[in-house]
């Protein structure tokens, strides 16, 4: 049965190339612009709001500890951005090769996007150098990223697109709940943030057209074998996630010379690994356009999603 499900439902988006190609070119800022020279960091600040760093729920971390410890975070949000996007990259472009054959609108919108893409991991790289040289001590993340990337990149396109679909939501949903209004953030990670978020409220539109294009051609039975896989892309990042957690205790430990008892590590390790999950997993699946899409696509897809990040709480 081809898309019997989606012919049937009423159209859930009104994003077209033309409308978001518009607003991308609106949008033009350097990375010179963001970072470097006299926009330092301050790390006499928090970088990370609260609801996604949670050290307040770390009762036996000192007030330093615990700033110590959303530093680390920042620093680690931003890697792991960059380690999605080096996924995102290659992704679209091989989309926007696809689209030659398509109007103009659609390819300049994805190749747009592929650009901005780009330019984010330059400023995340940027960023790496000034964190390392204001913070002092090194802090490492997981990979190596080509093969996350190369995991990443192997299952079926719709299932990457999901994925990338639902980072791309939830990009937006932590900068507008809790970062624009957060007057306790350094100004100039906040900066960072806002100039990321600008550019990604297109790609989220443009990665919704994208699911659109791949699954016009699927039946309902393709589509739930791409949600499937989806699921096992979540799933991997889940394991990374809780490595990451480890890195980011053995930074703490070097950052603030303190040991912590096995109980100690035992709650760190819970608390901070529904962090990360809340941050890169669940706020984005349960992102109410990231389920919208879902919905249209095929019969019990939001919930089959909503039941997934309900596990992962
Ligand atoms: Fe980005
Ligand atoms: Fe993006």
Known sequence: MIN?????????????????????????????????????????????????????????LSPSER????????????????????????????HARAQL?????????????????????????RFREEFQQGFGTDCEIIGPVEQIARNLLSH????????????????QSHYTDSVRDNGDLDPQFKSL???????????????TLMVDALSASLSDREIEGA???????????????????????????????RTFSA????????VQHQAMRWTFLVSGMTHPNFLATLEHLVPAGRSRVEKAALAFL
């Open 4 to 60: 019997a499900w989606k012919i049937m439902k009423p159209k859930y988006h009104r994003y077209t190339y033309r409308e978001t190609l518009a607003a991308s070119e609106k949008i033009n800022w350097r990375v010179e612009d963001i970072i470097g020279g006299e926009k330092t960091l301050d790390f006499t600040k928090a970088f990370m709001p609260e609801t996604l760093a949670r050290t307040e729920m770390i009762r036996f």
């Open 67 to 94: 700033l110590v410890l959303n530093q680390i975070r920042g620093n680690g949000y931003l890697a792991m951005f960059g380690v999605l996007e080096e996924v995102i990259l290659p992704f679209v472009l091989d």
């Open 101 to 125: 054959v398509n109007d103009e609108y659609c390819v300049r919108s994805f190749l747009e996007f592929a650009g901005e893409e780009a330019k984010h991991l330059h400023l995340f790289k």
């Open 156 to 171: 079926q396109s719709l299932a990457v697109a999901l994925f990338v679909l639902q980072g791309e939501w939830m990009t």
């Open 193 to 207: 943030l806002k100039h990321h978020w600008m550019e990604e409220a297109q790609h989220a539109k443009l990665d």
């Open 227 to 257: 949600v499937e896989e989806y699921f096992e892309i979540t799933n991997f990042m889940d394991a990374g996630l809780k490595q990451q957690v480890e890195l980011d205790l053995e930074s703490l430990m070097q950052a603030t010379g």
């Open 263 to 270: 109980d100690e590590r035992k709650t760190f390790q819970e």
